[in-house]
């Protein structure tokens, strides 16, 4: 389970808020190699929403529980 097929579940768009700095880029790559595209820019602020049709899939070395999740 991801992040991805969580928000697919809840028929949600996966966003993440970027606030560009002189350290973070590789992050904003990071963002764009995964999927995400531009969607708006709010002053310093840039959303970015996943658009991939499929969800990514979590590496078998990890496990996501979900507690309390209404």
């Known amino acids: ?3 991805t097929w969580l928000a697919a579940r809840e028929g949600k768009p ?3 808020e970027f606030f560009e700095t002189e350290y973070n880029r590789i992050m904003y790559i990071t963002y764009k190699l995964a999927g995400f595209e531009d969607q708006e820019e ?3 602020a840039l959303l970015l929403r996943y658009a991939g049709d499929e969800p990514i ?3 078998d070395y990890l ?3 979900e507690s309390g999740v209404k």
Do not use: I, Q, Y
Request: without cysteine; proline residues 13%.
């Open 1 to 3: 389970m991801t992040t």
């Open 14 to 16: 996966l966003l993440a």
């Open 42 to 44: 709010n002053g310093s």
């Open 57 to 59: 899939p979590m590496p």
């Open 63 to 65: 496990r996501v529980t």
